[in-house]
């Protein structure tokens, strides 16, 4: 494989984007920071397909970054492959406003061909090409110039790597036959709706007891102004305010800006400063929050109540028996509210009863709830067995 010196250029960029543009697959990853900063400072990107491979420094001057955006997010005919992608569509998406598509994460196919839930490249790389990855360029500042060659080499090798699993890896798929199952958590992947910042909607991620409108209408308005103070100033949202500080804001507002000083997670210095005045001026505003967007009454799933509770625990022992018993990651087959969900009376809208999620699990998880299933040690495992399979194998016993 040929590995080009670091590009720097617009026209380097443009040549070596012309020739990946031809190819079936190109791997992809970046380096980036964001301990400092609101938005993710893209430092590097990674590039190759089974014939060459380069990196791309997007910090160098005048470097015109479109065609690389482009072939990412606008060639349909080349499928671009990521190990723990999330991230780095993120980047391209800000960069865009455009995912990355036809896509391909090698962590979430290892989900349907192993039982491997989240595995890391390091043991991505170990387990496929027996390569020891050296970490020790991984948490270097890839904002500093000039990068060194050790830097240049550690990332480049990300997407050489990646080159040659992804090849293995699909042609087990194939075998399998399993790669159907990943077109829904690949499509999932590239939705531009997973990256879409809404301000409006940032206080859901906040934890706040109760479901009092005007609290959670108050907490609605703090997020939003946390995050586009965040953004204005381009720092992460809590060196504004800490979430467990908006949340006691929203709950015990203050009568005025001199109180601020007296809030757990806030200096002095807001009891007079430009950016008290409008946080105080934004919980002034504040209105109760409509009854369309209250949080569900139940936080987790539907109620259960002791025996459902039951039911959900044998629905999870199933799942890992038949996670381990077709060699896949049981957070493919099914999560854990699904099964809540089932076990509570639930019929409509789950995964696990449609397409191949019931095939292979889905029609068992529905057949033990409703005592078709039972579980049985055979040879010292334990397996499943239908109830009435059991009553014969006992009344052979018997007779």
């Known amino acids: 494989m040929k590995i080009h010196d670091l590009i720097t250029s617009s026209d380097e960029l443009a040549e070596l984007c012309a020739r990946l543009a031809k190819s079936d697959f190109v791997t992809v990853d970046t380096e980036f920071m964001r301990e400092n900063t609101y938005w993710p400072e893209?430092?590097?990107?990674?590039?190759?397909?089974?014939?060459?491979?380069?990196?791309?420094?997007?910090?160098?001057?005048?470097?015109?970054?479109?065609?690389?955006?482009?072939?990412?997010?606008?060639?349909?005919?080349?499928?671009?492959?990521?190990?723990?992608?999330?991230?780095?569509?993120?980047?391209?998406?800000?960069?865009?406003?455009?995912?990355?598509?036809?896509?391909?994460?090698?962590?979430?196919?290892?989900?349907?061909?192993?039982?491997?839930e989240q595995i890391g490249y390091s043991n991505l790389v170990e387990s496929w090409l027996g390569i020891t990855i050296d970490k020790g360029a991984r948490f270097t500042d890839?904002?500093?110039?000039?990068?060194?060659?050790?830097?240049?080499?550690?990332?480049?090798?990300?997407?050489?790597?990646?080159?040659?699993?992804?090849?293995k890896i699909?042609?087990?798929?194939?075998?399998?036959?399993?790669?159907?199952?990943?077109?829904?958590?690949?499509?999932?992947?590239?939705?531009?709706?997973?990256?879409?910042?809404?301000?409006?909607?940032?206080?859901?991620?906040i934890k706040a007891a109760g479901r009092n409108a005007a609290?959670?209408?108050?907490?609605?308005?703090?997020?939003?102004?946390?995050?586009?103070?965040?953004?204005?100033?381009?720092?992460?949202r809590g060196r504004i305010v800490r979430d467990e500080t908006l949340a006691d804001l929203a709950s015990h507002p203050?009568?005025?800006?001199?109180?601020?000083?007296?809030?757990?997670?806030?200096?002095?210095g807001w009891?007079?400063?430009?950016?008290?005045?409008?946080?105080?001026?934004?919980?002034?505003s504040a209105k109760p929050l409509p009854e369309e967007e209250m949080p569900p009454r139940i936080s987790r799933g539907v109620p259960l109540g002791k025996e459902g509770a039951l039911v959900s625990d044998l629905l999870k022992l199933l799942l890992k028996i038949r996670a381990r018993e077709i060699d896949v990651a049981a957070r493919l087959l099914a999560r854990s509210d699904e099964l809540e969900a089932l076990?509570?009376?639930v019929r409509k809208e789950l995964r696990i009863l449609e397409g191949w999620?019931?095939?292979?699990?889905?029609?068992?998880?529905?057949?033990?709830?409703?005592?078709?299933?039972?579980?049985?040690?055979?040879?010292?495992?334990?397996?499943?067995?239908?109830?009435?399979?059991?009553?014969?194998?006992?009344?052979?016993?018997?007779?």
Request: hydrophobic fraction near 40%; glycine fraction near 6%; include cysteine.
């Open 42 to 116: 893209l430092c590097l990107v990674q590039i190759a397909n089974d014939k060459e491979a380069a990196a791309v420094d997007p910090l160098a001057d005048g470097i015109d970054l479109t065609p690389l955006l482009d072939l990412l997010t606008d060639n349909e005919d080349v499928l671009k492959v990521f190990h723990a992608g999330g991230q780095d569509v993120e980047i391209v998406y800000n960069l865009t406003g455009r995912t990355p598509h036809p896509i391909f994460d090698t962590q979430i196919a290892m989900m349907a061909i192993s039982q491997s």
């Open 142 to 167: 890839w904002s500093h110039r000039p990068l060194s060659e050790r830097q240049i080499t550690y990332a480049i090798n990300d997407v050489t790597h990646l080159s040659e699993i992804f090849p």
């Open 170 to 205: 699909l042609a087990r798929l194939m075998k399998t036959g399993r790669g159907e199952w990943l077109d829904q958590e690949m499509e999932k992947l590239a939705d531009p709706e997973n990256y879409r910042n809404d301000p409006t909607m940032t206080w859901r991620r």
């Open 215 to 236: 609290m959670l209408g108050r907490l609605k308005a703090l997020a939003e102004w946390r995050e586009l103070e965040a953004q204005d100033k381009n720092i992460p």
């Open 254 to 268: 203050p009568k005025a800006q001199v109180d601020l000083a007296k809030t757990r997670g806030l200096s002095a």
């Open 271 to 284: 009891r007079d400063n430009e950016i008290g005045k409008r946080l105080m001026a934004t919980l002034a």
């Open 343 to 345: 076990a509570a009376g």
């Open 357 to 399: 999620r019931y095939e292979q699990f889905g029609r068992d998880a529905l057949e033990l709830v409703e005592g078709k299933l039972a579980f049985a040690v055979v040879n010292g495992k334990l397996k499943m067995t239908h109830v009435d399979d059991l009553q014969e194998t006992v009344g052979t016993a018997v007779e």
